[in-house]
Structure formats: structure tokens, C-alpha cells
């Protein structure tokens, strides 16, 4: 039973921690790097996924960005909206990064803070239109 024990721990210790915290066939920090922008309190913070060795597949992309939305708005509490895109870049040295689109008209998802989810960007501009206008509504309705 010691020998089993000692084996896994001696697995575990060597294998590199790149390969642990994966996603799929891309390493944060080997095949891409994940860059959180926090801006003013009016405005959403920004995630940048860019990769640099590998340009993965729409649906890899998509999913990574998707995690590392779930990862920063269910990490802190006071973390407002959040708009993550993926980009790709040959060399990744000059930063002439381009965006990776996730479908015909997709190019970034949204941590919603209120929702608790991440939504696609379309979804994100109607889910704001709709708290406006019913913001609007009961505003009218306080009027009269």
C-alpha cells in the first residue's frame, strides 16, 4: 500500500503542472495566454485569449474562453461583466494578433455578473435592451 501511495505522489510531483491545468490539446502559458483588462466601473472588463504557437479550432477556442469567463466571475464577488474574445497570432512576438471567430457572426462571449452565466455577445446586447426597457416601463409606470 506505501509503494501504490508513494508511486502517485511521485507521478503527480513530476508531471508538470502544465499538463494538470490543460485545456484539451492547449496549456495555458505554452500555447496561450490569458490577458484580464479591468477598466472603469461603467464599463465591462475585457478577457483576451491569445494563442501563439497553435491556432486551435473554433469550437477550442470558444470552450477555453468559456472557461476562463466561469473562472473569473465565480472567483471574485464584486466582478462585474465581463467580455471575453479569442485571438491568434503566427509569431506572437510583433502582436498582429486576429480575431477567432466562434460562428458566422460570433466573435465573443460575456460573463453576465447578474445572469451568473456566460451568454454570446447578440444575447448580451438583448439581455441590456431588455433590462433597459423594463427599467423604462417602471419608471413610466411610477409617473402615473
Request: with cysteine; proline share 3%.
Amino acid at each position: 500500500m506505501k509503494k501504490i501511495i508513494f508511486l502517485l505522489c511521485l507521478v503527480f510531483f513530476l508531471t508538470p503542472p502544465s499538463l494538470l491545468f490543460s485545456q484539451g490539446d492547449f496549456s495555458e502559458g505554452i500555447d496561450y495566454n490569458a490577458v484580464y483588462i479591468q477598466r472603469g466601473e461603467n464599463a465591462a472588463d475585457v478577457l483576451h485569449i491569445n494563442f501563439f504557437t497553435v491556432r486551435p479550432t473554433a469550437a477550442t477556442a470558444e470552450r477555453i474562453v468559456i472557461n476562463h469567463l466561469k473562472a473569473l466571475g465565480q472567483r471574485s464577488k464584486n466582478v462585474k461583466n465581463i467580455i471575453g474574445s479569442a485571438f491568434y497570432s503566427a509569431n506572437g512576438s510583433d502582436g498582429s494578433y486576429s480575431k477567432i471567430k466562434f460562428g458566422a457572426s460570433l466573435g465573443a462571449y460575456v460573463w453576465v455578473d447578474k445572469a451568473g452565466r456566460a451568454m454570446t455577445f447578440p444575447s448580451y446586447m438583448a439581455y441590456l435592451k431588455k433590462a433597459r426597457d423594463q427599467k423604462r416601463a417602471a419608471a413610466r409606470a411610477g409617473k402615473t
